[in-house]
């Protein structure tokens, strides 16, 4: 079984196979069903961000051992437009399409770790993490 | 690809049970079959039964709660049933409160909590 895994997101239907293949994942890693919902969510959060916001980008999924411990790694990579202020995405409620402006702090909140790395005209990537307790 | 959500009818009360994933275009389309189909029977109550779903994301929270407002507009109450305890817990901590919400814990309550509301 290989430890990484993508899909590509260009289309609506490819948010609904990037969260079936993170759900997969977390199942197989054993994360009982509040937490695969918290992984799902993230997810679903993370491909609709990119396929608004930057039109295409992946998503790739990746299994971690630390010190002994599992995780899952959730990192969304696009080439698009970038991110102007990070403070202000990550307040509940701001939104530039209208949407409840929930996904970058909710997928904050719904994860362990969080990072997100952004240049402009260059693209976003955003690394989330949730271990296995 | 694109399945339709089916909308029952019972007497006065429109049904409908979410019974796999929603994509993007399938909710959108639910959106507009049921206040298309609540303008056509006069319906007064609706129910959406979530029993089967096990995320909810904040597109999908967003659209549930268009159409909850969209209904309240034409005069019709809508009662959300069977959310499980995974959805109910991402819910929150994604930071959406579907405040002013009719729940009920299964199709069975929730139809009891419309008729008495429609009563009163
Ligand atoms: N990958 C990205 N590239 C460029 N901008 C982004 C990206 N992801 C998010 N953004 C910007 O950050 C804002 C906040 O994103 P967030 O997901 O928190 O809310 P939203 O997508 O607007 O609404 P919601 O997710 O609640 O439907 C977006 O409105 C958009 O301007
Ligand atoms: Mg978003």
Redesign the pocket.
């Known amino acids: 079984m290989s430890n990484q895994s993508s899909v590509e997101i260009q289309t609506e239907w490819d948010i609904v196979a990037a969260r079936q293949l993170g759900r997969n994942v977390a199942k197989e890693l054993g994360f009982g069903t509040v937490d695969q919902a918290r992984i799902t969510t993230a997810i679903s ?2 491909a ?3 396929y ?3 039109g295409q ?1 992946r998503i790739e999924i990746q299994r971690l051992t630390e010190n002994g411990i599992n995780g899952i790694l959730i990192i ?1 990579a ?1 080439n ?4 102007p202020d990070i403070r ?3 307040e509940d409620g ?14 904050k909140r719904l994860m362990d770790d969080f990072k997100i790395e ?1 240049t402009l005209g260059e ?2 990537d ?1 690394r989330a993490t949730k271990w296995l307790r | 690809m694109n399945v339709r959500i089916p909308i029952l009818k019972l007497r006065d009360t429109l049904i409908v049970s979410i019974q796999w994933e929603l994509d993007d275009q399938t909710a959108i389309q639910f959106q507009e079959d049921l206040l298309t189909k609540l303008h056509e029977t006069s319906a007064r109550g609706v129910v959406i039964d979530l029993t089967s779903i096990d995320f909810i ?3 999908i ?2 659209v549930l709660g268009d159409v909850i407002s969209m209904s309240s507009l034409m005069g019709a109450r809508v009662v959300i049933t069977g959310i499980q305890p995974a959805v109910a817990i991402t819910l929150i901590e ?1 930071g959406i409160r579907l405040e002013d919400v009719m729940t009920a814990l299964d199709l069975e309550n929730g139809l009891d909590k419309l008729q008495l509301e429609l009563e009163a």
């Open positions: 959060e993370l609709r961000n990119i608004l916001y930057a980008g969304a696009d698009g437009p970038g991110i202000k995405v990550m701001f939104s530039t399409s209208g949407g409840l402006g929930a996904g970058l702090p909710g997928v952004t693209g976003t955003i | 994301d904040s597109f929270a967003k994604l």
